[in-house]
């Protein structure tokens, strides 16, 4: 009897540490399968430099505080200003008021220039702006163009770089290139005449030669 008593005893004792050991396993298991914990890094502290308004992380709008733009930009778009561009000249007829013609004959005579011309065609809006002498020359500076008047020849200022003659309907002419600058040179009569103009084209200004008339 005590045989059976101790044999029963012996195969609980064992149940229970089996039942022990696939506990313990059991746990082990589900440890393992876990990742590992990162641990959180520490928050820092941040800054905003003196003066700037700006949440941390966030940019400041273009055109606040703090914004410089490139010499050469204009606002956002990064483009150069752009002159504005000049219309183009029109040609028509010119227009001279008797005070004018009264004027520029005084002038003439002073300058000792006999047989003077004045262009019937030239920039639409333009018109005699000064007048000048000196020694048998007369000067009419118009807004777009310069006309020099002489009974001599009148001689180019500067160093000739280069000639070239053209055809005109009133005779022949000659273009004339002295230190960069083109001038039309002609001989209407007795009368000597440079044309020039920092304004209008070669063919515009033998337009305006065309037209060369004494007054009426």
């Not at 011309?117 to 020359?137: F, V």
């Not at 002419?173 to 920092?198: F, N």
Request: hydrophobic share 30%; charged share 20%.
């Amino acid at each position: 009897m005590k045989t059976k008593k101790h044999a029963h005893w012996m195969r609980t004792a064992a149940l229970l540490s089996a039942l022990i050991l696939t506990v313990t396993l059991t746990a082990c298991k589900k440890e393992a399968a876990q990742p590992p914990k990162t641990p959180e890094p520490a928050p820092t502290e941040q800054t905003t430099p003196p003066g700037q308004t700006t949440p941390p992380g966030q940019t400041t709008p273009p055109g606040q505080p703090g914004q410089t733009t490139t010499p050469g930009q204009t606002g956002q778009s990064g483009e150069a200003a752009k002159p504005p561009e000049e219309a183009p000249i029109k040609m028509g007829q010119l227009q001279y008021t008797e005070l004018e013609r009264t004027t520029v004959a005084t002038t003439a005579k002073t300058a000792g220039v006999p047989t003077y011309y004045l262009p019937e065609r030239g920039a639409s809006d333009d018109k005699i702006d000064q007048m000048g002498t000196s020694a048998k020359l007369l000067t009419l500076k118009y807004y777009k163009m310069t006309i020099l008047e002489s009974p001599e020849e009148i001689k180019p200022s500067g160093k000739v770089e280069s000639k070239q003659e053209v055809k005109l309907r009133n005779g022949t002419g000659q273009w004339v290139t002295a230190d960069g600058h083109k001038t039309l040179h002609l001989k209407l009569d007795k009368t000597y005449i440079a044309l020039s103009s920092d304004k209008l084209s070669q063919a515009d200004l033998q337009t305006v030669a065309e037209s060369l008339a004494t007054l009426k």
